[in-house]
């Protein structure tokens, strides 16, 4: 809990390099004891609390110098009245949110026993890719968005809207790609040892739900923007809220029917329900012009894409493994050449991203994307900074 506020200082400085050394430090020096207290000291269950406690030790130390160069010892009437509140705000906040990534567990085990659950939790845990993506692009997004919103607030908000589309871009093309290569990577032996054994691979049609789970939580992530820049987390409380109870009837109504995939999907309208409700009030206090028309043809020719590998696997219309494989990994080059071909991207970004695979080349072929890059950024600079004409209500909205 210490170090929460001086991690966050390191990211208001983007001090990328100094927070993930000292995330990292934190995981492999836990990790390490946890082998050392466990199976040499023979410490059992308290060995893994001695690990964490160490290694937090640890990381605190490591921090001193940026507390050391923060720490101020007076108190503040105003600033106390302008956190506690907000702080307060997201107590319940948090624990709903923390209902919607937890609840399901114990209503799986009473429902169906502890042995589906651990087929549950082992498939789940499969996509914790996508969510490893939306926590980093949350750690660097809030101070991002904060700052800029301070330097330049019409610009922001056009930044803002770009930095979304492209956020979709990656998060989508990368369930497409996750949902039919995750079964492939944890059924697959690796010296010697899956990542899954075989007893639970009878879980992996939950994989893609809880992966696209993920990137609804990544558009909730997106949209918190305005509700921080104006100080509106008031509605935080009730979004979360909304979400967790989404998800104790979806699971109690589901999980009967369906099993695990009810679990699955009870997570995915959850984070669905939290994305539509904060996108209304974020946008009632912070109006940002997003792409839909552009976020539209990309989920468009993704859900088509995922939508025929889905149909031809569970139809059984290819018997064969490696004819298969061969037709997933066509639907892949399919749906990124689909994306070139439909005018998602601009001419600029696509003849930046070409350039980008002839990189191997030679030296003028590097050299022709770096000065690639410089216009494609030029251009985004110049059409973020350029005037819109504005409507009456435009104008009242801009007000």
Known sequence: SLAIIPFAALRLEHAAKKFATFKLINIVVTLILNFVFILGFHWGVR?????????????????IPTIRKYLELKYSKV???TLLPFG??????????????????PIVQSILGLAVLGVYQANYRMGFTMMVFVSLFEYAWRPFFLK????????????????FTYFMLIALVGFLFLSIALPYIVSTP??????????????????????????????????????????????????????????????????????????????????????????????????????????????????????????????????????????????????????????????????YMTQLLSMGRGKGSVEAVKVEAVKVEAEKVESIAKPEPLGEAGKKVDG
């Open 47 to 63: 060995g893994i609390f001695i690990a964490n406690l160490s290694a937090s030790v640890l990381v605190f130390l490591l921090l």
């Open 79 to 81: 600033t106390m009245k």
């Open 88 to 105: 307060l705000t997201n107590v319940p906040a948090y624990l709903a949110a923390m209902m919607v990534q937890v609840i399901d567990r």
């Open 148 to 163: 800029e919103a301070r330097t330049d607030d019409a610009r922001a908000r056009k930044l803002f809207a770009r930095v």
């Open 190 to 351: 690796i010296f010697g040892r899956r990542l899954l054994k075989p007893e639970y691979l009878t879980g992996l049609d939950i994989i893609p739900v809880v992966l696209l789970a993920y990137v609804f939580q990544g558009m909730y992530t997106n949209f918190i923007a305005g509700i921080y820049i104006k100080n509106h987390n008031k509605v935080l409380p009730w979004i979360t809220g909304l979400g967790a109870g989404v998800n104790i009837v979806a699971n109690l109504t589901l999980i009967p029917i369906i099993g695990i995939m009810g679990a699955a999907l009870a997570t995915l309208f959850a984070y669905m329900a939290m994305a539509i409700a904060l996108y209304f009030q974020a946008q009632k206090v912070y109006r940002i012009e997003y792409d839909w028309k552009k976020i539209g043809s990309i989920a468009l020719i993704v859900a088509g894409c995922f939508g025929l590998e889905r149909g031809v696997t569970l139809a059984h219309l290819i018997s064969s493994a490696m004819p298969l494989f061969l037709f997933r990994m066509g639907i892949l080059v399919a749906s990124i050449a689909l994306l070139f071909l439909t005018g998602v991207f601009s001419a600029s970004e696509r003849k």
